[in-house]
């Protein structure tokens, strides 16, 4: 099947998305997280084309999407979920899967808590609700929630580098399997005018997911959503107890740890296509 490329005007945001798969098919959403864009699915999409209408749309702040300037649009979490939720309404979507990855999760766990008898499954790839998840390297986030000032933002910034955008894609993986592109079409879209800042202003309200982890928590206690965590077990950011703690909440959920890092697409896109595709063949079912 051939994957299209396609933009929904929503609100004030342009959502850039791509698009595969056979409409009434069920529907698998999939959330990137940051530096990237959808981009970063582009090898598990096919995977999933002939049995699930997939769709992954860029977030505002990130990719092809075009939202206003920083000053005339919140760039803030609650705003990601709004334009997710408005995105899916305005194309009918009301049943998915979710696919959740870095800020991609706090995202969708927003929409799926508001939401939850849209949510058909969740799939957790390095996407974090739990305080355990967290590791040492927030340490510098931690210190801007607590004290926001231009120092503690300061020290911040160094994240947003291209050497740390290198970093996230080559810690913990096999360097050899790391494709170069993915990481210098990140460097290029955060360097974009005006990108820092907004990318900073999200840096300080991750503080407000932190928050949010109990009302999650609570969601997966009360809905039960079928869940399988797929982790890269090297990632420097989001720990493998992260993944272990979805099992309090929803003892059905399946945990899977992979041997790379935090973007373990790069690495390992066969191993987590085959085991979406066996977890979502058993819970949701597909189209053939």
């Known amino acids: 099947m051939i994957i299209t490329y396609k ?9 850039f998305y791509r698009e595969v798969g056979r409409p009434g098919a069920p529907v698998v959403l ?4 940051y530096p990237t864009a959808g981009h970063m699915f582009r090898d598990l999409i ?3 084309a002939e049995n699930y ?4 749309p860029d977030l505002p702040g990130f990719g092809n999407t075009e939202a206003p300037p920083r000053g005339q649009f919140d760039y803030s979490f609650d705003r990601l979920a709004q334009v997710v939720t408005d995105f899916t309404e305005a194309l009918a979507l009301n049943r998915y899967a979710l696919y959740v990855f870095d800020y991609g999760a706090p995202t969708g766990f927003r929409v799926a808590a508001a939401h939850p008898e849209r949510v058909s499954a969740i799939i957790s790839q390095n996407g974090n609700a739990y305080d355990e998840g967290l590791s040492d390297a927030w340490a510098p986030y931690q210190a801007y929630w607590r004290s926001p000032s231009e120092q503690t933002r300061a020290a911040c910034r160094e994240a947003l580098s291209p050497e740390a955008i290198r970093m996230q894609y080559l810690h913990g993986a096999d360097p050899s399997k790391v494709s170069p592109d993915g990481y210098t079409l990140d460097i290029a879209y955060i360097a974009r005018p005006g990108m820092e800042d907004i990318q900073l202003d999200l840096v300080l ?3 407000s997911n932190v928050a949010l982890y109990p009302t999650w928590q609570a969601y997966f206690r009360q809905h039960q959503p079928p869940l399988l965590a ?3 077990d090297k990632d420097p950011y989001f720990l493998p107890a992260g993944a272990k703690a979805y099992q309090r ?3 059905d959920a399946e945990v899977h740890l992979l041997n790379t890092g935090h973007f373990a697409l790069e690495t390992h896109a066969d191993d987590i296509a085959a085991l979406m595709k066996d977890f ?3 819970k949701i079912g597909n189209a053939m």
């Open 280 to 282: 979502l063949a058993r």
């Open 30 to 33: 999939l959330l990137h997280g």
């Open 230 to 232: 797929v982790w890269g």
């Open 7 to 15: 933009t929904r005007k929503v609100g004030d945001v342009d959502v």
């Open 53 to 56: 209408h997939v769709i992954a």
């Open 205 to 207: 309200d991750y503080r």
């Open 249 to 251: 909440d929803i003892p």
């Open 46 to 48: 096919p995977q999933l």
